[in-house]
């Protein structure tokens, strides 16, 4: 049973290009959430999406950041024109939602580096 | 802003010593998980508590969960050098939709041989 799998793992772009950030969750679940551990800091919640809807993106960034969850295939974190304050660990987590509790069960992460 | 304060930040002991890390926060929570984070890679659940004065125990490692549901604490036992790493705690206010995780800062654990 393949856990939360991440895509790339390590990812660098230059100020002005475009991250896309791919994740898939574990089999069977149909909630994803997006996290964001900047350098020295915890981590913090960005987008809860469910299949096709954005549930609750009260941690993403008013500009350049969008997420997705199409009813196929993984889930994207995107980010337009990026800036070096950008350059952070992006973790993804799933979780499958019966009842209490609602563990996520997160991924190994993609860590994006800005020139 | 719901906070999750997190302490001690920083930890060194040596083999055999018991710590505790401590989770402590004004919200209440439905639920709190604790993970284990090593360099480079993601968050490892170790334990999900979600009763008021729940104790769960996994080997040398005990996690409790507050009566108000507002804290929760991990004890290791007899520290090893393989428990080194960045402890986590979060927490969980679930509705019928899910939703987010309150992280707390973590605790950096380093055991000395």
């Known amino acids: 049973n393949a856990g939360v799998m991440q895509n790339p793992r390590h990812l660098v772009r230059r100020r002005g290009q475009e991250a896309r950030l791919r994740c898939s969750p574990m089999?069977?679940?149909?909630?994803v959430y997006w996290y964001r551990q900047l350098p020295e800091e915890g981590l913090k919640f960005m987008v809860y999406?469910?299949?096709?809807?954005?549930?609750?993106e009260s941690g993403m960034p008013k500009e350049r950041f969008s997420a997705e969850f199409p009813k196929e295939g993984p889930s994207i974190l995107r980010i337009q024109q990026v800036v070096r304050g950008d350059s952070a660990a992006y973790f993804c987590?799933?979780?499958?939602?019966?009842?209490?509790?609602?563990?996520?069960?997160f991924g190994p992460g993609t860590r994006l580096t800005v020139l | 802003t719901q906070l999750l304060e997190q302490s001690p930040q920083f930890l060194s002991i040596q083999e055999g010593e018991n710590l505790t890390v401590y989770c402590n926060s004004s919200?209440?929570?439905?639920?709190l998980q604790w993970y284990r984070q090593e360099p480079g890679e993601g968050p490892v659940l170790l334990v999900t508590?979600?009763?008021?004065?729940e104790v769960k125990k996994l080997k040398r490692l005990t996690f409790q969960f507050g009566d108000a549901r507002k804290d929760s604490s991990l004890h290791i036992t007899a520290a090893q050098p393989g428990d080194t790493g960045l402890y986590l705690c979060?927490?969980?206010?679930?509705?019928?939709?899910?939703?987010?995780?309150?992280f707390g800062q973590g605790t950096e654990l380093s055991v000395k041989p």
């Open positions: 999406l469910q299949k096709e809807n954005i549930i609750d």
């Open positions: 508590v979600v009763t008021g004065g």
């Open positions: 089999k069977g679940h149909s909630h």
């Open positions: 979060a927490g969980g206010k679930k509705n019928n939709q899910g939703g987010k995780l309150i």
């Open positions: 919200s209440v929570f439905s639920s």
């Open positions: 987590a799933s979780s499958l939602l019966t009842g209490t509790p609602d563990t996520q069960y």
